[in-house]
């Protein structure tokens, strides 16, 4: 079946533009994570939904991101007026609830580029 | 709070070559532990896991055995390939609650010919 998916692959904006990273999960899979990846580092932890939970908001860095998700479909990842230091690779994960319930599957990510 | 540090890259090698990622960790008490790898353009994929203390994970050639009294879980394969070259990282989790693995930097590998 299809894996987890990610648009767009790349997005170049202009500092204080507003961003939209779109994450589709794999069908049936009720968790669902955002990390990001800055050059050279690991990935940091952004935002957690579990059905239809409230959200653990623990690692947004600040009130210009949010994420939004629809049931145990779609979300969506809102940077507003983007900064620089917002240049990284968005990576999404979905993980079923049942089964294997450590392993998350990763998306290919979005690569964004603030300048 | 928990941590993960890895051995700094690139890792470069000759195909054939010994491989050793090195990994430990800082956890109270005992954590699952994984490798992930990422290949150039795609997202990560789980490599092996261990969860619990003197458990080996293995795939694909790659092996890592979990290591409570050194708090490690070094990655090794015998004989790399060229299409190994990748970026792996490790990480741990805990059963229960909400799955949010703390991973390290990464480590980059570079198999030549």
């Known amino acids: 079946g299809a894996g987890v998916s990610q648009s767009p692959s790349n997005k170049v904006t202009e500092k204080g533009k507003d961003v939209e990273l779109r994450c589709d999960p794999i069908s049936g899979h009720t968790a669902l994570y955002w990390y990001r990846q800055r050059l050279g580092q690991g990935l940091e932890f952004l935002i957690y939904f579990q059905g239809n939970s409230a959200p653990d908001k623990s690692g947004l860095p600040s009130d210009r991101f949010s994420a939004e998700r629809t049931g145990e479909s779609v979300s969506t990842l809102t940077i507003q007026r983007t900064q620089q230091e917002d240049s990284a690779v968005y990576l999404c994960?979905?993980?079923?609830?049942?089964?294997?319930?450590?392993?998350?599957?990763f998306g290919p990510g979005t690569r964004l580029t603030v300048l | 709070g928990d941590s993960v540090t890895q051995m700094e890259g690139p890792v470069t090698l000759s195909e054939e070559a010994f491989l050793t990622i090195n990994c430990t960790y800082t956890a109270t008490g005992y954590p699952s532990l994984f490798w992930y790898v990422q290949y150039p353009g795609e997202g990560l994929q789980l490599l092996l896991k261990?969860?619990?203390?003197?458990d080996k994970g293995s795939n694909k050639g790659f092996e890592a055995t979990y290591r409570k009294e050194t708090t490690s879980f070094h990655l090794e394969k015998g004989s790399v390939q060229v299409s190994d070259s990748a970026v792996y990282f490790c990480?741990?989790?805990?059963?229960?609650?909400?799955?949010?693995?703390?991973f390290g930097r990464g480590t980059s590998l570079i198999v030549h010919p």
């Open positions: 994960a979905s993980r079923h609830s049942s089964g294997d319930r450590n392993e998350q599957f």
């Open positions: 990480a741990l989790s805990w059963e229960g609650g909400s799955y949010i693995p703390t």
């Open positions: 261990a969860t619990k203390a003197d």
